[in-house]
């Protein structure tokens, strides 16, 4: 369920977002009945605190929110957005607070009235927020309706979110921007030359695919490559159940691609957009790819097999080869890729790899305008020797033991010569917090969307 504002009205309640040392300033502007039960509830200003002062009649007059320390605030993002949950039903505007203040608490307003109702009914957030003046509502509309549709996508269990499904979450967003629509399915992956994504899918009775979304015709080339695997079972080298559990997540690089690739195309930029996501579901029968196997790619590398759950990397590899193609102006891809990116960062960071400095330092002023975290990391040339295991070109899991996000990174890089950005993300929140509610997250493509106009120069 996608949040909107609400529509402006008089009748708004008053909302201010407060400071530990702007309480007594704030309160000296408020009805004296306000400002009184303001003190005897000992309001302070503290993070996330929520306090809504009644009219005679009991009904909400005011309504304030605790900022916290600037100390306290490093601690978390979107705080204030707790205010969606907390506070009763009504209709709020903010009221003297700054733009940028103003634009963090919208958004995390928005998100954090994103409700998953397609197994359960949950009712609709009660506090809604008029658009707060100044502000580009309706491009925060649009970036939590992004937000929302990589939710709904990777909150969807594997049984209702398979290849079939993904490729139809895809050709809707194609049908409702007027985008161009292509898919290769099953056995025509081999005839198409993407051997390795057929190899990877072939296992399932839910057919492998690629997708192939085109919008735009004129500006730079953009390419996005989002990897699909919409449950990982680990192929033959089986994974233990504690960790298949959150495998429904595992297309979590394609839900975040259709999220940044909705952005660009309800904003109308003027780029040459193409999407790339290979769908497939690994899986385990007679005809599974095995240990030790070599594949050819399309590229004409050679990759040795010797963990068949390092399969992300290899469908990734097939559309990222067809991707640079085209000689695109710039790659991005985006999947949930290792365990040791997690490892590197924890869940709440997205990181990230980059050919060029002035991606990662335009993506690092992005990530922290619009509160999406993001941390660079290396393309660590020394490495390139550990993913070369002698009988084949390639390793798709080498024995090294340590920096396995930076060599899967390495293994992606030797399919593009463009231009490149690579992200490992988690795609999904363990523990709910304010805008962020456990389950299917955004990762990285809000920090896209703020940083790509200075990158592509549009």
């Not at 658009?131 to 509309?141: H, Q, T, V, Y």
């Not at 504690?242 to 309800?266: Q, T």
Request: hydrophobic share 50%.
């Amino acid at each position: 369920m996608t949040a909107k504002f609400a529509p402006a009205s008089a009748t708004a309640i008053p909302l201010y977002l407060v400071a530990p040392d702007a309480v007594e300033a704030t309160l000296a502007k408020l009805e004296p009945a306000q400002s009184n039960w303001a003190r005897a509830a000992g309001f302070s200003g503290g993070l996330s605190e929520v306090l809504a002062c009644p009219a005679a009649d009991g009904t909400p007059a005011v309504a304030l929110v605790g900022l916290g320390s600037p100390a306290a605030r490093k601690r978390g993002r979107f705080q204030a957005a707790v205010a969606a949950s907390k506070l009763p039903e009504g209709v709020y505007r903010l009221t003297d607070a700054s733009p940028g203040d103003a634009a963090e608490v919208a958004l995390g307003w928005l998100m954090e009235s994103y409700r998953f109702d397609r197994y359960r009914k949950q009712g609709a957030a009660k506090a809604l927020l008029a658009a707060p003046e100044g502000i580009d509502a309706k491009r925060i509309e649009t970036i939590a309706a992004c937000e929302a549709l990589v939710r709904d996508l990777v909150n969807t269990p594997a049984a209702d979110m398979g290849p079939a499904e993904l490729e139809a979450a895809a050709a809707t967003l194609a049908h409702d921007f007027g985008a161009r629509f292509n898919v290769t399915r099953g056995d025509d992956l081999l005839a198409a030359n993407l051997p390795m994504i057929h190899t990877v899918g072939r296992a399932s009775d839910r057919a492998p695919r690629l997708i192939d979304m085109r919008w735009g015709d004129k500006g730079p080339k953009l390419t996005l490559v989002g990897k699909g695997v919409c449950f990982d079972t680990g192929g033959l080298d089986i994974k233990p159940a504690s960790s298949m559990g959150l495998m429904k997540k595992d297309m979590g690089g394609a839900a975040n691609v259709l999220g940044l690739a909705r952005a660009i195309m309800s904003f109308g930029w003027p780029v040459q957009l193409r999407v790339l996501i290979p769908a497939v579901e690994n899986a385990v029968s007679g005809n599974a790819f095995r240990p030790q196997d070599i594949l050819t790619s399309r590229k004409g590398l050679t990759v040795e097999i010797n963990n068949t759950d390092a399969e992300g990397r290899l469908v990734l590899a097939d559309a990222l080869a067809l991707a640079d193609e085209e000689n695109p102006d710039l790659v991005i891809s985006m999947a949930t890729l290792t365990g040791a990116a997690r490892v590197a960062v924890g869940p709440d960071l997205a990181p990230f790899f980059a050919t060029e400095d002035r991606f990662a330092e335009a993506l690092s002023l992005g990530a922290r305008a619009v509160h999406d975290p993001v941390w660079r990391m290396p393309f660590h040339d020394p490495y390139e020797g550990v993913i070369e295991p002698g009988i084949a070109d390639l390793d798709n899991a080498p024995g090294f033991g340590m920096a396995g996000s930076l060599t899967a990174a390495l293994f992606l890089r030797r399919f593009v010569d463009a231009p490149y950005m690579h992200f490992d993300i988690f795609a999904w929140a363990r523990s709910s917090s304010p805008a962020l509610p456990k389950g299917g997250v955004g990762q990285g493509f809000r920090a896209l969307v703020e940083a790509l106009p200075r990158i592509l120069g549009l």
